[in-house]
């Protein structure tokens, strides 16, 4: 089966503590993304890739940071310096192009304590 | 700067009518729009893709159009279905931007039995 796999689904965490979560894709896309959504608000983009081996900040990458080693595996680090880190995580995958849709993971819910 | 609006209030309406949700957008020359559903807890699902010299596009009980006059995007969901109740999110693509989507908030539909 082809797709985009978050783990975990639900996760919790102390204050002050990094964390990282997993997301992998075997849909062979060249592009990926972080999202992070709030209660009743939009996805707020944090960090994409177009390509292994670069990425780009989004509107929210303060606190964040990402790797991208293998095409299909694109792991978000929520750092200590993050100050409100709870909050739903969706990953993203894409043919990189325009005008092509994205898929979605099914998300990772951080809840730091 | 970009902007992107949806409605934020939920949209209530009976089942077998139509249901007919906005995207309105600022400061955005788009090539493409994409519209997506997203359930509670989930990630987002793609529904619709429409391109710049399409007014209209079409897909079973989904009808999209695309005003670049008035930058406007509606969304139609013919004889709705209480399975249709979802939040449903609009991303505005331009043909040379930043590839990665920034979505809408989304409007939440619920659908009445």
């Known amino acids: 089966d082809g797709g985009i796999t978050q783990s975990p689904k639900y996760l919790f965490r102390k204050e002050g503590q990094n964390v990282t979560l997993s997301c992998e894709q075997n849909l062979n896309h060249d592009a990926m993304y972080w999202y992070r959504q709030d209660p009743g608000q939009g996805l707020r983009l944090i960090y994409y890739s177009q390509i292994v081996n670069d990425f780009q900040k989004g509107d929210i990458a303060e606190g964040y940071s990402v790797s991208r080693e293998k095409k299909e595996s694109f792991p978000l680090t929520v750092t200590s310096a993050q100050k409100n880190p709870t909050a739903f995580y969706l990953c993203?995958?894409?043919?990189?192009?325009?005008?092509?849709?994205?898929?979605f993971g099914q998300g990772t819910r951080l809840t730091v304590v | 700067s970009q902007k992107i609006e949806q409605n934020s209030e939920a949209l209530n309406i009976q089942e077998g009518k139509t249901a007919t949700l906005t995207c309105n957008y600022t400061?955005?020359?788009?090539?493409?729009l994409q519209w997506y559903r997203q359930d509670p807890g989930r990630g987002p699902v793609f529904l619709l893709l429409?391109?710049?010299?399409?007014k209209e596009k079409r897909k079973e009980r989904l009808k999209v159009t695309f005003d670049t006059t008035l930058k406007q995007s509606l969304f139609h969901i013919t004889a709705s279905q209480p399975a249709d109740s979802a939040t449903y999110l609009c991303a505005p693509q331009e043909r040379k931007g930043r590839r990665a989507l920034t979505f809408g908030s989304g409007t939440r539909l619920q659908v009445q039995p």
């Open positions: 429409i391109r710049e010299n399409e």
């Open positions: 400061n955005y020359s788009p090539a493409y």
């Open positions: 993203a995958s894409s043919k990189g192009q325009q005008n092509t849709e994205a898929f």
